[in-house]
C-alpha cells in the first residue's frame, strides 16, 4: 500500500508538474507577443523594432512577431478575412494607409477594434491627421508618420529674382501667383513643379476646412471652395508658375535639377528635395498658401500617412493598447530616433519640444524645420472624404486634366465628377 501510494504520488507530482510547466510557457506567449503586419523595413517596420526594443525596457518578457507584407498583400488579405467570416487570419496590430480607413471601417466593420475607450491619448495627435482613421466619431487608428504639406523653396532661385523665402510665408493664392510671376519672369523657371492629379487640389480643399463630402453626401458638384482649387491649380499650370510631370522620376528630377524653385506637398516629399546633397543650405520649408475669401481658410493640410490599427483577432487587446500608448502613443524617444534614422517625423505634437526636432537644419539654412512641420500638422484642418476617398480623387484627377489640357469648363467637369462618384457609390 505504501510503495502504491508513492507511486501515485510521483504520478500525481509528475502531472501536476507537467501542467505547471505548459501553463506559463502557453499563458507567457499568449500575453507576451503580438504579431504585427506592415511594410517596408527601413521605415515602419523599423519604428516597430524600435518600440518594441522600448516597451522591452519595462516588460522584458514582451516580443514582437513582425511580418513585412507589402500594403496591397494586406489590404487582400484583410477582405478576404472579412468576406469569409474567419477573422483567425489577422495579426494583433496591423499598419494601414489613412485614406483607407473611412472606406474600410465602414465597409468591414468587423475587422476593426475600436480604440477610442484603450487609455491612448489621442489629443496628443494633431487634429488633421487623427481625423483620417477616426469614423462616426470613434478612433480606429493610432498614427504613425506625419504628412502635414510644406511648400519647399530653392531661396537662391527666388533672391535671384529679389525675393526672399520669408516673402512666401503665411500667404494667400493670389498673393502667390504675383511672387511667381516674379520668379518667373526673372529667373525663367516655374515656382513650382507637380506630379499631376487632384492631390494638390485636395490639399487646397482641406486647408479652407471644406470637404467633397457633406452630412455624409457627396457635394462636388456647386462646391465654390473646390471649383475655386480647381481654378487656382488651372492658373498655376497655364500661367507656367506650375509645371506637371506625368512620370515620378522626372518629377523628382525637377526639384533637384532646379528646373523648378520649389515644391508643395506632404513633408515626406522632403527626402527626395536632400537627395540633391550639393544643394544643401539652398532650401527653406514654409506653409502652403491659403484659397482667398474662404471663411476660416488656413495655410496648413495634409497629404499621405499610415496609422496602427488593432484587429478584432487581436489576442490580448490590453497588451496591445498598452503597448501602443507607451511607444507611438507617448514615447518622444521614439520619434527621436525615428526623425534620426529612417527620416520619420511625428504627428504626435509633443515630439516637438524635444531636443532633437529643435535641432537646425543645415541642408534647410539653419531652419528646425522639424518643429515647424509638427507645428504645421497642430493647424491642419479636419478632412472627410468618407468612404469615397478612392473615387473622388479619380474623379476630380479627369476633372483637372480636362480643365487644364482642353480647357473645358469647371462647373461641368465637377457635375461630371459628381455623377460619377454617385454612379460608383450605387454600384
Not at 474567419?86 to 485614406?99: C, R
Not at 474600410?104 to 496628443?124: E, M
Not at 506650375?242 to 513633408?267: F, K, R
Request: overall charge negative.
Amino acid at each position: 500500500m505504501k510503495k502504491k501510494g508513492f507511486l501515485s504520488v510521483l504520478l500525481a507530482t509528475a502531472m501536476l508538474g507537467s501542467m505547471v510547466a505548459a501553463v506559463p510557457a502557453a499563458a507567457a506567449d499568449d500575453d507576451q507577443t503580438l504579431t504585427v503586419w506592415c511594410w517596408d523595413p527601413n521605415f515602419n517596420i523599423y519604428a516597430m523594432q524600435q518600440a518594441e526594443k522600448i516597451y522591452q525596457e519595462d516588460h522584458p518578457d514582451f516580443k514582437l512577431d513582425i511580418q513585412e507584407n507589402v500594403y496591397s498583400d494586406i489590404e487582400t488579405k484583410l477582405i478576404t478575412a472579412a468576406t469569409s467570416g474567419d477573422y483567425s487570419t489577422l495579426p494583433d496590430i496591423f499598419l494601414m494607409q489613412d485614406y483607407s480607413y473611412h472606406k474600410d471601417v465602414t465597409s468591414f466593420p468587423d475587422v476593426f477594434t475600436d480604440l477610442t475607450d484603450s487609455g491612448i491619448d489621442f489629443s496628443q495627435f494633431s487634429t488633421g491627421k487623427l481625423a483620417d482613421s477616426t469614423v462616426d466619431g470613434k478612433n480606429y487608428g493610432v498614427p504613425f508618420d506625419n504628412g502635414a504639406t510644406i511648400m519647399a523653396i530653392r531661396s537662391d532661385i527666388v533672391e535671384e529674382a529679389g525675393l526672399t523665402t520669408d516673402d512666401f510665408k503665411d500667404i494667400t493664392w493670389s498673393k502667390f501667383m504675383e511672387l511667381a510671376k516674379t520668379v518667373k519672369e526673372k529667373t525663367d523657371t516655374p515656382m513650382l513643379t507637380t506630379s499631376g492629379g487632384s492631390e494638390l487640389v485636395l490639399e487646397m480643399l482641406q486647408s479652407a476646412g471644406a470637404s467633397p463630402i457633406v452630412d455624409g453626401e457627396v457635394k462636388i458638384a456647386d462646391n465654390e471652395v473646390l471649383k475655386q482649387a480647381v481654378e487656382v491649380y488651372a492658373q498655376l499650370v497655364n500661367e507656367g508658375y506650375m509645371t506637371e510631370y506625368t512620370d515620378w522620376d522626372q518629377y523628382i528630377a525637377s526639384m533637384n535639377n532646379g528646373d523648378a524653385a520649389g515644391v508643395i506637398n506632404g513633408c515626406w516629399i522632403m527626402s527626395s528635395v536632400q537627395a540633391a546633397e550639393d544643394q544643401s543650405g539652398k532650401w527653406t520649408i514654409v506653409d502652403m498658401p491659403a484659397l482667398d475669401d474662404v471663411e476660416g481658410a488656413t495655410n496648413y493640410a495634409n497629404c499621405g500617412g499610415a496609422s496602427w490599427a488593432v484587429s478584432s483577432n487581436c489576442k490580448n487587446p490590453d497588451l496591445a493598447y498598452d503597448f501602443i500608448k507607451s511607444t507611438f502613443g507617448g514615447s518622444v524617444e521614439l520619434y527621436d530616433d525615428l526623425l534620426v534614422n529612417a527620416g520619420a517625423i511625428a504627428s504626435y505634437l509633443p515630439a516637438a519640444e524635444s531636443d532633437v526636432y529643435q535641432e537646425a537644419s543645415d541642408f534647410y539654412g539653419g531652419q528646425k524645420v522639424y518643429a515647424d512641420i509638427v507645428d504645421y500638422a497642430s493647424k491642419v484642418p479636419a478632412f472627410d472624404c468618407g468612404a469615397y476617398y478612392s473615387d473622388i480623387r479619380s474623379a476630380l484627377t479627369d476633372v483637372v486634366t480636362n480643365v487644364v489640357q482642353s480647357g473645358a469648363d469647371v462647373a461641368e467637369e465637377l457635375q461630371t465628377a459628381q455623377e460619377t462618384v454617385e454612379f460608383n457609390i450605387e454600384g
